[in-house]
């Protein structure tokens, strides 16, 4: 099992970059795929990007790629979202997850971000 605390976010002028971090704890963080998502007002949760184990795989959904980019430290049991070239429309709470046999079951409280236009 895992324990998942994402921090970072924040109101940041459209333009702007930020990144939220996702700290676990345990003793097995890097059996764990990772991922980020986030959920807007109204709108359903969306898979950001997902990094594997040892961060040789990397998945992005088309309206991040090119602006996002996750990452991951084993040693430091934290996964990173790198936001550049921010929108409004990605203001939204940001969580992080854990996969775990294909699915991802473990999951952070989530944190605002928020792009002024």
């Known amino acids: 099992q895992v324990q998942l605390v994402e921090s970072g976010g924040g109101l940041v002028q459209a333009g702007g970059s930020l990144r939220v971090s996702c700290a676990a704890s345990?003793?097995?963080?890097?059996?764990?795929?990772m991922g980020w998502f986030r959920r807007a007002p109204g709108k359903e949760r969306e898979l950001l990007a997902s990094?594997?184990?040892?961060?040789?795989?990397?998945y992005y959904a088309a309206s991040v790629k090119g602006r996002f980019t996750i990452s991951r430290d084993n040693a430091e049991k934290t996964v990173y979202l790198q936001m550049n070239s921010l929108k409004p429309e990605d203001t939204a709470v940001y969580y992080c997850?854990?996969?775990?046999?294909?699915?991802?079951?473990?999951w952070g409280q989530g944190t605002q971000v928020t792009i002024s236009s």
């Open positions: 990094i594997s184990t040892s961060g040789g795989n990397i």
């Open positions: 997850a854990a996969n775990s046999l294909g699915s991802w079951r473990y």
């Open positions: 345990g003793r097995t963080f890097g059996n764990y795929a």
